[in-house]
């Protein structure tokens, strides 16, 4: 039973463009979530994260946007550029549990020159 | 380094026998974790450990797994009698904190069970 789940295993987009990136989580004792990035080869490092006491996260070109009565998680790349074709884990935590990630099974992003 | 190292990179062992996988985490941190990645799924949490104390073990598969910190920083996975559905990737991260889950990863010990 996927309590995160990213529907989209891959999105194609054009440089310059907006990526939106999608997650989608069942357990409602989620109260932290946060987005990590993996190359080939290497291991995910953290990108951005949120609270469930906010709905918004802003850090440069990526925003988080939390929707708490959908269930519902996206990552925006404005503008994206090569550099940021890579694997996106969306991931939650909470519910006592606080330091143990639930993760999704990842989108793979390409950006295209 | 200034990152979490793991040690080896790739190991292929055959069906039955026994694995360690090292991490050595950022000085300073911590918490330390162990995930499971198996190909094309997300990391899968395994176990925790609080300096040298597991707090949870919780995600181990089985029995055979076992995991240890003794001294608070260098730690050790291990698996006995090794068999093929163990083959995965499995990522060490550390974090100074113990929640907020802002982890910081090794690049993973990528095993193959034949």
């Known amino acids: 039973d996927q309590q995160v789940k990213q529907n989209s295993p891959s999105l194609s987009v054009q440089e310059g463009r907006i990526s939106i990136l999608n997650c989608d989580y069942t357990?409602?004792?989620?109260?932290?979530f946060l987005w990590y990035k993996k190359y080939p080869a290497e291991g995910p490092t953290f990108l951005i994260s949120i609270s469930s006491i906010k709905d918004k996260n802003e850090d440069g070109r990526f925003t988080v946007f939390l929707n708490k009565s959908a269930k519902h998680l996206s990552l925006h790349i404005v503008p994206s550029q090569p550099g940021d074709s890579a694997v996106y884990f969306c991931?939650?935590?909470?519910?006592?549990?606080?330091?143990?990630?639930?993760f999704g099974k990842g989108t793979l992003l390409t950006v295209n020159p | 380094g200034a990152g979490v190292s793991q040690s080896p990179r790739y190991k292929v062992a055959k069906r039955g026998q026994d694995v360690a996988l090292r991490c050595d985490p950022i000085?300073?941190?911590?918490?330390l974790f162990w995930y499971q990645q198996a190909l094309g799924q997300g990391p899968e949490f395994l176990t925790y450990?609080?300096?040298?104390?597991?707090?949870?073990k919780s995600g181990l598969p089985s029995d055979r797994f076992f995991a240890e910190r003794p001294e608070g920083s260098v730690s050790t996975l291990k698996i006995q009698r090794t068999q093929q559905e163990d083959s995965a990737v499995y990522l060490c991260?550390?974090?100074?904190?113990?929640?907020?889950?802002?982890?910081?990863f090794g690049e993973g010990s990528r095993l193959t069970v034949l």
């Open positions: 357990n409602s004792m989620f109260d932290y």
């Open positions: 450990f609080q300096n040298e104390a597991q707090l949870d």
């Open positions: 991931a939650a935590s909470g519910g006592g549990s606080n330091y143990k990630l639930t």
């Open positions: 991260a550390s974090s100074i904190r113990q929640d907020t889950g802002e982890l910081f």
């Open positions: 000085s300073g941190h911590v918490s």
